[in-house]
């Protein structure tokens, strides 16, 4: 079975956010998906997933960080157009704060019940929401490179997109509980390194063949290459609750990708740390986020997670510039001041002890786009 990679001969960028459906109400969650598909003109880029209290917004193909924003901007507020109609309000971060996992309702698709057939309570448990970027790569042995590469990274995304604190009504103690959750899949979690894109093929060929998989689609590493769509797909992210929020971690990934395979393409070995140190790190930013302190090197050397991702933006600057998107991508800065979503989420909950009230909160955070803080 050969598995061609559709390459892109520039660095396109897709995104996709997962949003909560929610009663306006309670702020509790509700399987609004199948009426929201029913009305929507735009069926292209508003998806169904796994539980129908979610739905997954897309983007085209866009060719720069400006086009992601007029085109999400304006895909999101056709569906909170939509919503109004219907009596939803919509949210995005990882998770929601009291909503049941065992409540929610699965999508009537096949792929769907066989996941839960096949994994049972792990699969029921994800009542998870996140942010994807894809990014365009012209050949998959450049984006295997790339991609082993870019779990260095990890922590840097991780812990500037952490938005999920609490679960089940309770608080987690971790800044991403989403990460936690979705790491109890067989296919999901921290990606393998590989040497090749022939070494990927062969994984995809065994498990295709054991019946594991049907196709990349079953594989959710926090990175993963996607041959159909010529991309790397980083998927590490929790959703956020602002579109600037979301634009920024978009610059900053597309920035770093294309940095890596300038790198790449000079003949320059590509940055890669020792797998125990990236999953430490990875877990350190689910615990700690920002405030965390992460590996540097094999001696076990330590350095402030802020003080590495500045190191980054720098390193980014020029990349960006060329791209024409360092003002998005400097927004970074930005959540450093303020905090991530987590952290304005707890604030809320310490001030008020309510979860509506956090959830109120973060709806309007993104139908106004502004950070709300207690």
Request: charged share 25%.
């Amino acid at each position: 079975m050969k598995i061609n990679f559709n390459g892109s001969p520039n660095p396109t960028v897709g995104v996709e956010l997962e949003l909560q459906i929610l009663d306006p109400e309670t702020k509790n969650l509700v399987s609004g998906a199948q009426q929201i598909l029913a009305k929507t003109d735009d069926p292209d880029h508003v998806k169904a997933e796994l539980i129908q209290s979610t739905i997954e917004l897309n983007t085209d193909v866009c060719s720069n960080i400006s086009a992601v924003r007029t085109d999400l901007t304006e895909r999101l507020n056709s569906l909170l157009s939509l919503c109004d109609q219907l009596g939803y309000e919509v949210a995005c971060v990882g998770t929601h704060p009291f909503a049941k996992w065992s409540e929610q309702d699965i999508t009537p698709q096949e792929r769907y019940h066989a996941l839960i057939d096949r994994c049972q309570w792990p699969a029921r448990r994800l009542m998870i929401f996140g942010l994807h970027v894809h990014v365009g790569i012209e050949s998959g042995e450049k984006a295997i490179a790339i991609f082993n590469s870019l779990s260095t990274f990890i922590p840097h995304l991780l812990a500037l997109s952490a938005s999920s604190p609490f679960f089940d009504a309770a608080d987690s103690g971790l800044a991403s509980t989403r990460v936690k959750i979705f790491e109890t899949l067989p296919t999901a979690g921290l990606p393998y390194r590989l040497i090749n894109w022939a070494e990927f093929q062969r994984f995809m060929i065994t498990l295709v063949n054991a019946k594991a998989i049907e196709s990349v689609r079953d594989v959710w590493w926090d990175i993963r290459p996607h041959p159909g769509f010529g991309t790397v797909e980083l998927r590490v992210c929790d959703g956020l609750p602002t579109l600037d929020e979301v634009f920024a971690l978009t610059a900053f990934i597309q920035a770093l990708v294309v940095w890596l395979g300038e790198q790449y393409d000079e003949g320059q070995y590509l940055p890669v740390h020792r797998h125990w140190i990236i999953r430490e790190n990875k877990w350190r930013a689910a615990r700690w986020s920002i405030d965390s302190e992460i590996i540097t090197d094999e001696e076990g050397a330590l350095q402030p997670l802020t003080e590495a991702i500045d190191e980054l933006l720098q390193t980014l600057e020029p990349v960006s510039k060329r791209l024409g998107s360092y003002d998005e991508m400097m927004r970074i800065r930005e959540i450093m001041e303020v905090g991530p979503s987590y952290k304005r989420q707890r604030k809320i909950f310490e001030k008020t002890g309510d979860y509506k009230k956090v959830m109120e909160a973060v709806v309007q955070e993104l139908r106004e786009n502004k950070k709300i803080a207690a």
